[in-house]
């Protein structure tokens, strides 16, 4: 028993020891490895002990060969912009941080410098979407318009800057969130296009708006983009479209009626003196 202790304590050291080497010969490896991405603005980033080493990115998608990536080729920095470099939205791609040697150091078979792979990531399915930007338009006392402003990504196509429902396409819904100001009952309603109309408001009372993009076809855990700033309609304005109508049938009407009075009373005055000077001739 003492001999297997004996032997167990040896492995860890042995192993501890190699780990020591590996760091000591080739530098430290990249740790806390993670993709951020919003918009499909994709950045690959991780943490180091200081140091002078640098450090290069490869990448692959979906298993297969790996590429070298120009702009993250013996950088200090800890993280890589690969956004130009994961075009392919719907893929899954993997990539790995490889330490590199200082200079002076020999010739080093590049399987032992030390390297740390990413997780999985597929920006088609995993890139944040930030929140949208919209206006509410009132169409009468209970009906309003919600125009939504689909949110610029960092992909350019054909020399211009997609949106990204020239990414998603079809897969892109909204989801609109509103409620009665002053409650706590919400609705909610999911349009397929940038423009939705929701109806049977309560006449005369404000309403508060939000919205958030909303891809159906993802993992949950991403499948909602965030939620944008409330709008809330006045209760005044809603009411003032059928006022305004109201206002401007009744002001006709008193223009109307003044008119004819007046048109009435300059007959009058016209008849009277020829009423007048028949009297006086007989």
């Given at each position: ?187 909610d309603v999911i349009t397929d296009s940038s423009m939705a ?86």
């Amino acid at each position: 028993m003492a001999s297997l202790k004996i032997v167990l304590y040896l492995g860890v050291c042995l192993s501890m020891r190699n780990t020591a080497m590996t760091e000591n010969d080739f530098g430290p490896k990249a740790e806390n490895v993670r993709w951020v991405s919003l918009d499909f603005k994709t950045i690959l980033t991780w943490t180091t002990k200081p140091s002078n080493y640098t450090y290069t990115v490869t990448y692959s998608w979906d298993d297969s060969d790996w590429f070298e990536c120009p702009d993250c080729t013996e950088v200090s920095a800890s993280e890589c912009d690969l956004t130009s470099y994961v075009k392919d939205f719907d893929r899954t791609f993997t990539a790995d941080i490889k330490t590199e040697p200082l200079e002076g150091n020999g010739d080093f078979d590049p399987d032992e410098l030390p390297h740390t792979y990413s997780p999985h990531f597929n920006p088609y399915k995993d890139s944040n979407i930030s929140a949208v930007k919209f206006t509410v338009e009132a169409v009468d006392e209970s009906r309003v318009i919600v125009n939504i402003t689909d949110t610029l990504t960092s992909i350019y196509g054909r020399e211009k800057q997609l949106s990204i429902r020239e990414v998603l396409k079809n897969n892109l819904k909204y989801k609109i969130s509103y409620y009665k100001s002053g409650s706590t009952g919400k609705r909610d309603v999911i349009t397929d296009s940038s423009m939705a109309e929701v109806s049977d408001l309560d006449a005369g009372l404000a309403y508060c708006f939000m919205v958030a993009a909303y891809i159906p076809s993802r993992p949950k855990a991403t499948q909602y983009g965030a939620w944008s700033k409330e709008n809330c309609t006045d209760a005044g304005k809603e009411v003032n479209i059928g006022a305004l109508v109201g206002a401007a049938f009744s002001l006709a009407t008193v223009i109307i009626i003044v008119v004819t009075v007046v048109v009435l009373c300059c007959q009058k005055q016209n008849r009277n003196p020829l009423t007048t000077q028949s009297s006086q001739v007989m």
